[in-house]
Antibody, heavy 121, light 107 residues
Framework: QVQLVQSGAEVKKPGASVKISCKASGYTFTSYYLHWVRQAPGQGLEWMGLINPSTDRTTYAQKFQGRITVTRDTSTSTMFLDLSSLRSEDTAVYYC??????????????WGQGTTVTVSS | DIQLTQSPSFLSASVGDRVTITCRASQGINSYLAWYQQKPLKAPRLLIYAASTLQSGVPSRFSGSESGTEFTLTISNLQPEDFATYYCQQLDSYPWTFGQGTKVDIK
């Protein structure tokens, strides 16, 4: 079945970097864009960025420019999120999500289980 | 960035009720709007895309509509499993943005 499986929880100190992964299975990895969305404790959803796994082209939210890098490894069907200069406000659950197009309409139809990142001194 | 304003932020309802959640966009988004349901400690689940198209497998008691820049999610005959938080999302232009969420609680 189609699924996205994310790496485990991380605890980092302020100023550090974190790299989390999202492994896709059950479909052709290069055929669907993949996105990152995060959710701080008790808060709403925040879109961070995306990658086209076929071309390696990325688009990031302005808020994260300079701190975010999204990459992929087509040999393992895995996407990665690298977030640097971590601060306490980056404490959140990070989700990856696949975007499908149905009749040209985009939809986030498959989500990973989430990875908790805690930034604390 | 396109802002999405959801209302209400919180509502209490009973099983069997009809519930309506509104999402207002700060500018036109060409029907590029989705609705998600999220339960505690779970990833969001897509309910509706293109403002009114029901995702496969979603019960027909969920429906979406639009009028200009105002979008509505309606749950008719609320079921126990529907108590959750609901988010709208615009997919018209980057950065894709979400509404702040509406928590539907048991009265």
């Amino acid at each position: 079945q189609v699924q996205l499986v994310q790496s485990g929880a991380e605890v980092k100190k302020p100023g550090a970097s974190v790299k989390i992964s999202c492994k896709a299975s059950g479909y052709t990895f290069t055929s669907y864009y993949l996105h990152w969305v995060r959710q701080a404790p008790g808060q709403g959803l925040e879109w961070m960025g995306l990658i086209n796994p076929s071309t390696d082209r990325t688009t990031y939210a302005q808020k994260f420019q300079g701190r975010i890098t999204v990459t992929r490894d087509t040999s393992t069907s895995t996407m990665f999120l690298d977030l640097s200069s971590l601060r306490s406000e980056d404490t959140a659950v990070y989700y990856c999500a696949r975007v499908s197009y149905y009749d040209f309409w985009p939809l986030m139809d498959v989500w990973g289980q989430g990875t908790t990142v805690t930034v604390s001194s | 960035d396109i802002q999405l304003t959801q209302s209400p932020s919180f509502l209490s309802a009973s099983v069997g009720d009809r519930v309506t959640i509104t999402c207002r966009a700060s500018q036109g988004i060409n029907s590029y709007l989705a609705w998600y349901q999220q339960k505690p400690l779970k990833a969001p689940r897509l309910l509706i895309y293109a403002a009114s198209t029901l995702q496969s497998g979603v019960p027909s008691r969920f429906s979406g509509s639009e009028s200009g820049t105002e979008f509505t999610l309606t749950i008719s005959n609320l079921q126990p499993e529907d108590f959750a938080t609901y988010y709208c999302q615009q997919l018209d232009s980057y950065p894709w943005t979400f509404g702040q969420g509406t928590k539907v609680d048991i009265k």
